[in-house]
């Protein structure tokens, strides 16, 4: 399964996959991040792959100077009964991405979550709003800069009188 | 002096139209007949199962267009999850799903072990196996007595929600706590099932099926409910792959999906049970389809009863289990192994992971980043009913206004995981 | 133990206006649910078969904050929800009680993150706090019965 994902991927986009990491038996591949909608397109359409199931996209935000962001995604093969993450690397001064919500339905709210948590912006997609905090709220919670407690006064409340 | 005035007045009057006139002026008048409307419901309504909003679009009675808010329970589950050790995090699991605790703390648990590379011993996995399946049987009985109390049938509720309080009373029994379980450990479980607690198990699930039989002869047959369920909210298979649903929701699109065939963790493998599913992909099929994966369950917990194995509950492992209490007080080296633990928790390798379990509403994935410390770097919860509920403006779309709620209701979505 | 025992067979019975309102107004509170999360189930037992609230009269669950005088807080409230709650007491009738189950509605409980608010008594007053994570229904019968309490010893004239 794995010699099949990875000889696939790699005749086709050869020049575009960084790395392939196999841990714990789970498969990633990184990708560079102008590709991205290739990837998906070609392994969901493809017939020996049908990876037609998109799981979840996160973000993973590691801090350091350079590539910062990271956005993962969890695809699923209901034919192979198959899972991968693709990784995309994202720095913090280009925070654009192509969304793959015409791939998948499924992603206009993960995009929206991942949006709304780290702040990266995803181009196309078809109503890229905050989904867990209020609008006005300024701030990208899960970013490692931002405290646990959050920061006063961030957040109206309601007057008691 | 009077008419004067009047005649004054008819003067600018006239004026003011004259003026009017030559100007370019358009008067359109709003005619409420021909215009949509829209409604708002929730967050706080009976049938919204939480905190759930969502704006409805109305042509009279029929739904043109529906969008949901979601955010009102956000808690940030994840941002507390980077700011506590593995082992802290494993009581917040609990408040995700509330109507299944214990399957989300399986499923935390499976997904440290994964990421430090251990594995819980086979007493505990029997364990775990026989407490997910209660959990998912007693969120099942929720799930199908709130679409009744949303279509009108409490009685329906009342039947359901007692079978609840008896399996509460095993969760008393056997976990320790009523509601918020926090059972699992890392490697292993709490503590070991008492005999008592296998015969009040054992009791249930053979009373059940009575209770549920009861339970079909008042709704199944039932007209009223049928003609309100039936082609009510339908998704085709290819729609529901593509909007991500999975458990119940996904199977009753005609779907076999169900991980603990297809991705085996915990015992499932040598265990004989079969995955139901329904090709209708409406109210009615995702109401049936839970009443039938109740019956599986009590298949499964049948089994695992019968091969339950004596032998040690938590793996025997002191950099990562912790230690029994009553070897803390009486022997040096695991009181050191504990304090470390709980002071400096695990350090799982560098490297990340994911690992769902099929739990009642669907899969429940923990996808773990360890930086080798005992924080996680990042702990991203995919939470099957916030998947689920992304696809409820499309199964509104073209339905009254009265089946909104029944369709909510048979999506069985739990705010505080899809809010996380 | 109702007002059969104090008839004696006569037909008929006197007391005071302000006894009869108060008894009566003790033993038909009818609570808004403000069910968020987790304790909201634990609220549904509480008026499930099991522990049955009917029997201190406050079975009818209403919906609606126009026909409630209890508010029961149940469950983690966020910024975001707190204007909602707000509303919601503010459209409720006077003379109103609030219920604050479980440790994240009195205090934020283990939720000590951006989102939460750390108890809902900063945005409305609270009668009742229910400790428990989530309480036991039989403690917020308990709340119940406490709000009861309070409303005996309250002489009836203050609210009007």
Redesign the interface.
Known sequence: MKELLINKLKEKFQDFIEEIIDYSNELTFVISKNKILDVCYFLKNNEDLKFDYLVDICGVDRFKKENRFEVVYNIWSEKLKYRIRLRIKVDEKDLQLDSVTSIWKSADWYERETYDMFGIVFLNHPDLRRIYMPEEFEYFPLRKDFPLIGIPDSLPLPRRN | MKENSLSNNQDIRNKIIQKLLEQDVQIVSEDPLENTMVLNMGPSHPSTHGVLRVLLKLDGETVVDAMCDVGYLHRGFEKIAENSTYHEFIPHTDRLDYLSPLSNNVAIALAIEKVAGITAPPRAQYIRTILCELARISSHLMAIGSVGIDLGALTYWFYTFTEREKLYDIFDLVVGARFTTSFTRIGGISHDITEEGIQAIKVFIKELPNILKKCEKLLNRNRIFIDRTQGIGKISLNDALNWGLSGPNLRASGSERDLRKDEPYLIYPELDFDVPYYNEGDTLARFLIRIDEIYESLRIIEQALKKLPEGEIISNDPKNALPRKEKIYTKMEELINDFMLVNFGINPPVGEIYQAIESSKGELGFYIVSDGSGYPWRLKIRSPSFCNLQVLPLLLKGQMISDVVAIIGSIDPVMGECDK | MGLESYLNGEGFFTTRVNDLLKWSRTNSLWPMP?????C???L??FA???FDVARFGSEVFR?SPRQSDLMIVA??I???????V?K?YDQMPEPKWVIAMGACASSGG????????QGI?????VDVFVSG??P?PDSLIKALLDIQAKLKKEPISKYY
């Open positions: 403000m069910a968020t999360s987790c909201g189930i634990e549904m037992s499930g078969p099991r919906m469950g983690t966020t910024y975001k929800m707190a204007k909602v707000r919601i283990m939720f000590r993150s951006y989102s939460v608010v008594d900063q945005f409305v007053p994570c989530p036991r």
